[in-house]
């Protein structure tokens, strides 16, 4: 065991306990638990932001994708990075005048439908599942690596603490979590980046030509087609990773957390400028572990490559940097999964609980408590299947969430915002198709059928993409488009009124 990581790790765990203890002080109604009381700034939002979106898979599963597979790695980078326009330009503003807690608060705005918020509810929990497996398996190898527990003992310490986070503190233990996050994530980063770019010379040049002779791909390491050899899977990942982050649950609840919508886009101003530079920074971790960690080494540790970071460190700065950018990757993943346990269980309390079983009659001391026992079973559920996705790339495994997103929710908002011929019927079938459409897909993929050791079954797959996206994001709007035009007319004047408001906030 490596004494200095557990030690880093101790305080790590140390620190977010003490802020899930003061937060419990002010955790008492279900503003307060959702919403953290609306009190954010933008730069704080922004931080939060950020360290919500730069996940296990942004630093432990990009950096493995670039050192192992070169130019393929970089598209979850470009593709994370310019999701934030459509969520800037698209969604920001009116998600924010529209909604009070959840996704479904703002789609329920124009149509305030039961079914709408059941939906809605569903694909929230699906997604954050899907989410958090990833997060869990990145936990589970980095933890295995650094204390020599096994992969199983790993998940669960880490899904016992992402829940105490959640019941105790909501969302200001959430947000607070996030931002010491974001800011050690950052430091951790840059630290391993100029290491990195010192050994070069401080040239990109020097260092591209370098990387021509690194790896056994020699030079189409610097060429796409390495890991993506079919143009469409290429097509379908980026597709997905560009307009998912528009229907991701746990990040469209960040903006309540703040009070306004001009807040709101100051928020995602500073969580662009931040993400970006972090996403620059993927490029020297990834180029820094293909070169002075290798690929035989990496694969070794974990096949999918999710502790290409914390090795590079190691061979850079010794056990000291190794342990602290563990710990730091340690922070990212209970972080992340704090916000997506928090989006699941406010989804099921205040959509589910709150407004399909009590009709709104629900107490605030009843829909904590549904709250709190929700964020219970949906970690205990990402626990259990996060066990049998344990062999495969943390960032593959968030791109898949990405195409879920963008299929069965992204299509609803934009239509609920900007199509006037809209109606309820619409809304619900075109989540039902882009949820089930995406996760069918998945299902008889490469992803989950393959080579003995591939996959997680044993056989051919019948779908020949490993990301749905391509296929599953036109038929979520088709199903939208098709589910309206087939039904009666929509009230016109709510959606003038609902039209008003977005923009304006009135």
Known sequence: MNMTAFTLFLAIVAMTLVITYFAS??????????????????????LAIAGDYMSAASF??????????????FFYSIGFLVAYLVVLYLIAEPL?????????????????EKKIRGVAALNTITISTFYMIAQLV????????????????SIVIVGVLMTVYVVFGGMTATSWVQITKAVLLMVGTFIISMIVFAKFDFSLYNMFMHM??????????????????????????????VLGTAGLPHILIRFFTVKDARTARSSVVYATWIIGIFYIMTIFLGFGAAAFVGADAIIAQDKG???????????????????????VAFATILAVVTGLVLSAASAFAHDFYGHIVRKGQATEKEQLNAARWASVAVSALSIVLSLFALKMNVAFLVSLAFAVAASANLPVLLFTIFWRRFNTAGAITGMFT????????????????GPE?????????????????????????????????????PDFKRYTEVTVKANTGL
């Open 138 to 153: 990145g936990a589970g190898s980095l933890i295995k690596l650094l204390l020599g527990l096994d992969a199983y003992t």
């Open 453 to 489: 050791g591939k996959a997680i079954f044993v056989g051919e797959a019948l779908f020949p993409l490993t990301n749905p996206g391509i296929i599953s994001i036109p038929l979520g709007f088709l199903g939208a488009i098709i589910g309206t035009l087939l039904t009666s007319r």
């Open 212 to 241: 021509k002779t690194a790896t056994p791909l020699g030079d189409a390491f610097l060429n796409p087609g390495n890991k993506y050899k079919v143009p469409l899977d290429t097509l379908s990942l980026n597709l997905a990773l």
């Open 25 to 46: 002080k002010k955790t008492n109604s279900t503003s307060e638990f959702y919403t953290g009381g609306g009190g954010l700034t933008g730069w704080q939002n922004g």
């Open 305 to 327: 490559g999710n502790l290409a970071a914390p090795l590079l460190a190691q061979a850079l700065g010794g056990d000291f940097l190794f342990a602290f950018i563990s710990a």
């Open 96 to 112: 924010r005048n529209l909604g009070k807690y959840t996704m479904a608060d703002m789609i329920a705005a124009r149509f305030d």
């Open 434 to 449: 882009g949820l089930l459409s995406a996760l069918l897909l998945v299902a008889l993929s490469p992803s989950v059928w």
């Open 60 to 73: 432990l599963g990009i950096a493995g994708s670039i050192a192992l597979a070169g130019f393929d790695g």
